[in-house]
C-alpha cells in the first residue's frame, strides 16, 4: 500500500523528489552532532536550504538522543557485570610470632619461626543465580535500547512538527509580501488617480492604510518565521545561524484516501511494536526474572576452601598441614521472605505500567489517526472548494471594481477574504503534514 510505503521511507529520506542523506544503518550508534560535521566549513556564513530528511536524521543524532543512547550502553556494561561466578579469595598469614625471644634465625619462608599459611576460598552460586541475574541484566538492557529509539521517535515528530511550522511561516512570509506589493500598487494607483481626479481623497488614504498594513503583516510574519528557525535549532543542533536557514518547500505526498481505514485494521500489531510497550514489556520480564532470582536466594550458596600451614619447630623439623573447610548459611527463622515479597511486588508493579502503557498507546495512535483523517478531509476541502471560491470571488471583485460596479470598500473586503482563505489553506497543509508525519513515525519501526 501507498501509505505503508510512505510511512517507511519517511525517516529514511524518501518524501521529496531529491533524494537527500540517510543516516547509515549500523549497530554503532550515531554520534551528536554528526549532521553539524558534515555540513560545508562554509555554511555558517550562506544561506541553507534543509529539507524534512535532514531535519529528521539529524534529529534522530541530537543531544536528548545521546543523553539516552548513554543509559543503553551502561545497561549492557550491566551484563558483563552480571554474567560471571563468584571471584576465588586468596587468604595469605603470618601468625605465632614471639615478640619476646624473636623468631629466630634463617630465611623467612622457611627457618624462622612463625606459623605461616595461605589459603583459597571460592562460592559455588546454586539455583541458577547467574542464569537469572545476567537475564535480567539482558532484559534490562533491551528496556534501554526500546527507550533509546522511543526517544529517537519523540524527537523526530517535535523536529517534524518545528520544521512543519517553520515552512508555513516561511510560505506565510512569500504570501503576505506578494499581497504587500500588490497593495502598494494599488496604493500608487489611488494616487495617480486622485491627482487625475478619478478617486476621492477618501479612498486613496484607505488604499495607503492597506498598504501600510500589509507591510506590517509582512514583518509580524518574518518575526514568526524567525522565531520557528530558532525553535526547531535545538533539535537538529545544525551548522550555521537559524536565521539564515530555509527550507525547501516540499510538502509530503499524500496516501490513499482508505488509508484511515486500512490503518484502523492493524491497530493491534502497531500497539505492540511501539518502543514504549516494548520498553515496558521487556522490563516486565526483567521484574520476573528479578522475582526467580529473588526465590533462588533460598538455595544457599557453598563456600569451600582449603589453607595450607607452614611452622619450622625448634629441632630443625618442619610441621605443614593443611585445612579443607566449607562454609554455608543457615536459613534459621529466615528464608529470604522480604527480598521475594519486594521482588513479587515490583513485578505486579511493571505488570500494571506494561498496561498502562498500552492503553496510553492504543489512545495516541488512535488519536494520530483520527487527526490525520481530520486534516485530511479539511485540506480537501480547502482545495476543492473554500480557495477556488475565494479566488473567483476575488477576481470578479477586481473586474466588477475596474468597471465600476464595485465600490472601494467590498474589493478590500474580497481581498482581505482570499488572503485570510490563501493564510487558512497554508496552515491546513502544515496540519496535514504535521498529522500524517507523526502518525507515519509512530507507527514505522526504529533501527538506531
Not at 492493524?266 to 510497550?277: A, G, H, I, S, T
Not at 529473588?294 to 585445612?323: C, L
Amino acid at each position: 500500500m501507498v501509505w505503508v510505503l510512505g510511512a517507511t521511507c519517511l525517516a529514511n529520506g524518501a518524501w521529496a523528489q531529491t533524494p537527500a542523506p540517510t543516516a547509515t544503518q549500523s549497530t554503532t550508534p550515531p554520534t551528536p552532532g554528526m549532521a553539524a560535521r558534515s555540513a560545508p566549513p562554509n555554511a555558517a556564513s550562506e544561506t541553507t536550504t534543509l529539507s524534512i530528511e535532514q531535519v529528521l536524521q539529524a534529529a534522530g543524532q541530537n543531544l536528548d538522543v545521546a543523553v539516552v543512547r548513554r543509559g543503553y550502553e551502561a545497561a549492557q556494561a550491566d551484563i558483563l557485570a552480571a554474567d560471571h561466578a563468584p571471584l576465588p579469595v586468596l587468604t595469605a598469614k603470618a601468625g605465632a610470632i614471639d615478640l619476646k625471644n624473636g623468631v629466630g634465625g634463617g630465611p623467612l619462608l622457611q627457618d624462622k619461626r612463625i606459623d605461616k599459611g595461605m589459603g583459597l576460598d571460592w562460592t559455588w552460586e546454586r539455583g541458577n543465580k547467574r542464569n537469572l541475574r545476567t537475564q535480567a541484566s539482558r532484559q534490562t538492557a533491551q528496556a534501554a535500547q526500546a527507550d533509546w529509539q522511543d526517544t529517537i521517535t519523540a524527537q523526530r515528530i517535535l523536529a517534524l512538527q518545528a520544521f512543519y511550522d517553520w515552512l508555513a511561516a516561511h510560505l506565510r512570509v512569500e504570501e503576505l509580501q506578494g499581497i504587500a506589493t500588490s497593495m502598494q500598487s494599488m496604493a500608487q494607483s489611488a494616487q495617480r488617480r486622485l491627482q487625475a481626479g478619478d478617486v476621492s481623497a477618501q479612498d486613496a488614504a484607505r488604499t495607503d492604510i492597506e498598504a501600510a498594513r500589509a507591510q506590517a503583516d509582512v514583518r509580524q510574519a518574518e518575526l514568526d518565521r524567525q522565531r520557528a528557525a530558532l525553535s526547531l535549532a535545538p533539535l537538529i543542533v545544525w551548522p550555521g545561524q537559524p536565521l539564515q536557514w530555509r527550507p525547501r518547500t516540499d510538502w509530503p505526498p499524500r496516501g490513499p484516501s482508505d488509508a484511515v481505514q486500512a490503518a484502523q485494521t492493524r491497530l493491534d500489531d502497531w500497539v505492540e511494536q511501539r518502543p514504549d510497550v516494548r520498553a515496558a514489556r521487556d522490563r516486565a520480564q526483567a521484574a520476573q526474572s528479578a522475582m526467580q532470582l529473588a526465590r533462588a536466594q533460598q538455595s544457599n550458596d557453598i563456600t569451600w576452601g582449603g589453607t595450607v600451614d607452614h611452622y619450622p619447630m625448634a629441632n630443625g623439623v618442619t610441621t605443614r598441614q593443611m585445612e579443607l573447610r566449607l562454609q554455608m548459611p543457615l536459613q534459621w527463622g529466615y528464608r529470604f521472605e522480604g527480598e521475594i515479597g519486594r521482588a513479587s511486588a515490583l513485578l505486579s508493579q511493571s505488570q500494571d505500567l506494561l498496561e498502562r502503557v498500552r492503553w496510553g498507546a492504543r489512545a495516541e495512535l488512535q488519536t494520530l489517526l483520527q487527526a490525520w483523517d481530520a486534516a485530511r478531509e479539511r485540506l480537501q476541502t480547502y482545495e476543492r472548494d473554500i480557495l477556488p471560491r475565494a479566488q473567483r470571488v476575488a477576481q470578479q471583485a477586481e473586474l466588477a471594481y475596474t468597471q465600476g460596479a464595485l465600490t472601494l470598500t467590498d474589493l478590500l473586503d474580497a481581498r482581505r477574504t482570499l488572503r485570510t482563505t490563501r493564510l487558512e489553506a497554508i496552515a491546513a497543509q502544515a496540519d496535514f503534514a504535521k498529522a500524517q508525519g507523526t502518525w507515519q513515525l509512530r507507527t514505522q519501526p526504529i533501527t538506531p
